[in-house]
């Protein structure tokens, strides 16, 4: 199935339909930000980075806020549905909530998700929002692995990890408190110390144990409904974009001198720049009517107030790229996993996740 504006066109009942019968692989761990938090930030009690409450979940079943800054679902949950898993990896703090016995079973047969909306690469960013950066979830992750060797074993733990999938999307936020706090530092220095510490964050897991790396780099941020507000034009914002450009040139970079590095290391790159570029460029070829503004909030583009009870709330969600100033909707989401998982190298690289998924 080809994904793109030239050749086959999206087949929406397929995107309904993403579930295989059985795990391809034993456990995904998922790490990042808000485009794959299931509910992390629902239990930080002083997190200002919320999405549990309306409209933020309307088209979950029983139309209920999960913590996900989605209608419904996001891309992380469909990706576990297409490698066999019925639902998505639990938020690592909901798992905590759960007894000894019954959080070993979740680890070995799910895995964990990790990630925490407004987080970064950096431990700045997201700070006043009160979140979990990156290097603390990668702490969080250190527990996991902890539990599991007293569970069972060594051998079977690394046995585990090995065959897993670790997923990372991360570096937008970032990008957004750079431009947001008016920083002085050259872009070129600014984007290799974002690289030092993905290198660090990836060798780390690495000597913990994981092989494979399902990387997501930045999409084209300046084109949010967020910043569209803050050009004249209405159009992109070229700047932000200039960067998410630069940080997926240089994981492209990273990762391929990661492996000749560090032995066994397999990954797949998804180029989520292209994938959005070509949506917004195509939008017809996509079912899409609205690829500006957000399908919740207010004012100009529906992007100048958050989403909440009291925001403008679109009827037809199925043709809008963006659910609220800066998240995609459930089937943006949707169409993002499916080109992650079973795209072409043009938006995947140097293989898909399908790919990665099943190479042993």
Known sequence: MVLSSKGISVNRKYLTNIQFAVASVPAIFIFGDSTADVGTNSYLPESLARADFPYYGIDSPHSRPTGRFSNGFNSADFLARLMGFQRSPPPFLFVLSLSSARQRFMYRVRGANFASGGAGLLDVTGQTLAVVPLSEQIGQFITVRSNLTAAIGQGETENMLAKSIFCISVGSNDILSYFAANS???????????????????????????????????????????????????GCLERLN?????????????????????????????????????????????????????????GKLNAELPCNTTANLCVNRKEHLFWDKFHPTQVASQLAAVTLYDGPTRFVAPVNFRQLAENC
Do not use: W
């Open 184 to 234: 002085t530092m050259p872009k070129e220095q600014f984007i290799a110390t974002l690289m030092s510490l993905y290198e660090a964050y990836i060798k780390t897991l690495y000597n913990l144990g994981a092989r494979k790396f399902g990387i997501i780099s930045v999409p084209p941020i300046g084109c949010c409904p967020s910043q569209r507000i803050l050009n004249p034009t209405g």
């Open 242 to 298: 200039e960067f998410a450009l630069a940080i997926h040139s240089s994981l492209e970079t990273l990762m391929g001198n990661l492996t000749t590095e560090l032995p066994g290391i397999k990954y797949s790159l998804g180029n989520t720049y292209e994938m959005t570029m070509n949506v917004i460029e195509n939008p017809t070829a996509f079912n899409f009517k609205d690829v500006e503004t957000a399908c919740c909030g207010a």
